[in-house]
Nanobody, 121 residues
Framework: LRLVESGGGLVQPGGSLRLSCIAS??????????IGWFRQAPGKERERVSC????????KYADSVKGRFTISRDNAKRTVYLQMDSLKPDDTGVYHC?????????????WGQGTQVTVSS
């Protein structure tokens, strides 16, 4: 399962971005997989940001993003989203999506290139 992330960029503190995660193989559906978003800041370990079950009925968030980030999925479009609002400089990093085991939200797939998010004035 190869996933491709997009939607990152440079944004000012308080701004918003929406990240997208889609399977790279045409016709491959994501609806059998729990999906998680993770991020890695320079010099820091990768951390879990949010996860969603295969049918979207359950979501989890890191304490640092609760109330600001929203994970969702549209299985018809084979896409998982991460809406990020009220962004802070600490949200800066490379964001990756991957398949995860539920309910632990443990990554079970390899990492893609990710998408860079930079929050700076």
């Amino acid at each position: 399962l190869r996933l491709v992330e997009s939607g990152g960029g440079l944004v000012q503190p308080g701004g918003s971005l929406r990240l997208s995660c889609i399977a790279s193989e045409p016709g491959l559906n994501l609806d059998a997989y729990g999906i998680g978003w993770f991020r890695q800041a320079p010099g820091k370990e990768r951390e879990r940001v949010s996860c969603i079950t295969s049918n979207g009925d359950t979501t989890k968030y890191a304490d640092s993003v609760k109330g600001r980030f929203t994970i969702s999925r549209d299985n018809a479009k084979r896409t998982v989203y991460l809406q990020m609002d009220s962004l802070k400089p600490d949200d800066t990093g490379v964001y990756h999506c991957t398949a995860v085991s539920i309910p632990s939200c443990t990554p079970v797939n390899s990492w893609g290139q990710g998408t860079q998010v930079t929050v700076s004035s």
